[in-house]
């Protein structure tokens, strides 16, 4: 772990208000669904909590805090049961580096969003109920898009935890009580929202690199080596190929222009193998958005 135990309290305080402003839309009207309020997060909230990150880490320590919007893309072919099964990879991918003099670190992990209703995410029907299978038991998968690689993917190989890669996000709307906590899929369905983790503590231990919070990988800048391991290679590829794309939910939240990957830096001063510190304003580290939407095809226009 990085950072005191009174530095995480600092920094989930600090971020939990930051979703709450997101989720109660205190900078305009409050997101209407789940897409809207991934993609409210991921472009007006995730640049809030890296500012709100900046005065409480930037004297000591230096994170660079990456979001992936990733709803609708990329989606994943796997076997499970002896059936053949489909479904997008997940709606959000968070991405923490943590820089210092011993080197680079690298916590992630990827959420599946779903909205809450009477404290429960509910999981019904064939497509839901295909997302909690790979989430529950990550077996081996394809991207079924060639803008890809189209190795077969296995978890397990690099992680003794494989689980911890993933975890549901629930989202509750609900007037004057609503928040996003993130839940452990291998908790019975119906899940209780109120079993999982605030977001806004999530991304602070994220940071931190605590145990159970997301899973290690290789901090990559920039296109992956075949050499990575695949949980490792899968971070680095949604970082370099999803998060160039745009959708019609981040062109309404952001306008034209806006992309799936934002990423945010806080730096010691004088640090200069990070990149620039992050206080007002977000940078961009994906380069320009491709116009050709998604590259399975699917996803970019809800």
Same mark, same amino acid.
């Given at each position: 772990?990085?950072?005191?135990?009174?530095?995480?309290a600092?920094?989930?305080?600090?971020?939990e208000?930051?979703?709450?402003?997101?989720?109660?839309?205190?900078?305009?009207?409050?997101?209407?669904?789940?897409?809207?309020?991934? %993609?409210?997060?991921?472009? $007006?909230?995730?640049?809030? #909590?890296?500012?709100?990150?900046?005065? #409480?880490?930037?004297?000591?320590?230096?994170?660079?805090?990456?979001?992936?919007?990733?709803?609708?893309?990329p989606?994943?072919?796997?076997?499970y049961?002896?059936?053949?099964?489909?479904c997008?990879?997940?709606?959000?991918?968070?991405?923490?580096?943590?820089?210092?003099?011993?080197?680079?670190?690298?916590?992630?992990?990827?959420?599946?969003?779903?909205?809450?209703?009477?404290?429960? #995410?509910?999981?019904?029907?064939?497509?839901?109920?295909?997302?909690?299978?790979?989430?529950? $038991?990550?077996?081996?998968? +394809?991207?079924?898009?060639?803008a890809?690689?189209?190795?077969s993917?296995?978890?397990?190989? %690099?992680?003794?935890?494989?689980?911890?890669?993933?975890r549901?996000?629930?989202?509750d709307?609900?007037?004057?009580?609503?928040?996003?906590?993130?839940?452990?899929?291998?908790?019975? +369905?119906?899940?209780?929202?109120?079993?999982?983790?605030?977001?806004?503590?999530?991304?602070?231990?994220?940071?931190?690199?605590? +145990?159970?919070?997301?899973?290690?990988?290789?901090?990559?800048?920039?296109?992956?080596?075949?050499?990575? $391991?695949?949980?490792?290679?899968?971070?680095?590829?949604?970082?370099?190929?999803?998060?160039?794309?745009?959708?019609?939910?981040?062109?309404?939240?952001g306008?034209?222009?806006?992309?799936?990957?934002?990423?945010?830096?806080?730096?010691v001063s004088?640090?200069? $193998?990070?990149?620039?510190a992050? #206080?007002?304003?977000?940078?961009?580290?994906?380069?320009?958005?491709?116009?050709?939407?998604?590259?399975?095809?699917?996803?970019?226009t809800?």
């Amino acid at each position: 772990m990085h950072f005191s135990s009174a530095l995480v309290a600092q920094l989930e305080t600090a971020a939990e208000a930051d979703v709450k402003a997101v989720l109660q839309g205190c900078s305009g009207p409050p997101p209407s669904g789940e897409v809207a309020t991934l %993609a409210d997060l991921v472009l $007006n909230g995730t640049p809030a #909590i890296a500012a709100s990150w900046q005065s #409480i880490l930037a004297p000591q320590h230096s994170v660079t805090f990456h979001a992936v919007f990733c709803h609708g893309s990329p989606y994943v072919d796997f076997t499970y049961g002896g059936t053949s099964r489909a479904c997008e990879l997940a709606d959000l991918l968070l991405v923490m580096d943590y820089l210092d003099s011993s080197g680079s670190s690298r916590q992630a992990a990827l959420v599946q969003a779903k909205l809450v209703h009477s404290g429960q #995410i509910a999981i019904s029907g064939a497509g839901p109920s295909t997302q909690l299978g790979l989430y529950q $038991n990550w077996p081996s998968f +394809t991207f079924q898009s060639a803008a890809y690689s189209r190795h077969s993917r296995d978890f397990s190989t %690099a992680l003794s935890a494989v689980t911890d890669t993933g975890r549901y996000g629930g989202i509750d709307l609900t007037l004057r009580a609503e928040e996003w906590r993130q839940v452990d899929p291998r908790l019975g +369905t119906p899940f209780v929202n109120a079993s999982g983790v605030e977001l806004g503590a999530f991304l602070a231990r994220l940071a931190d690199g605590q +145990t159970g919070v997301g899973a290690p990988a290789t901090h990559v800048i920039g296109k992956p080596a075949p050499t990575l $391991n695949d949980w490792s290679f899968t971070v680095a590829e949604l970082l370099d190929v999803t998060g160039r794309l745009t959708h019609v939910a981040l062109t309404r939240a952001g306008g034209p222009g806006a992309i799936r990957g934002q990423s945010h830096s806080i730096k010691v001063s004088g640090q200069q $193998n990070q990149p620039p510190a992050m #206080i007002l304003t977000t940078r961009i580290a994906f380069g320009t958005a491709l116009s050709d939407g998604p590259p399975d095809g699917i996803g970019g226009t809800g």
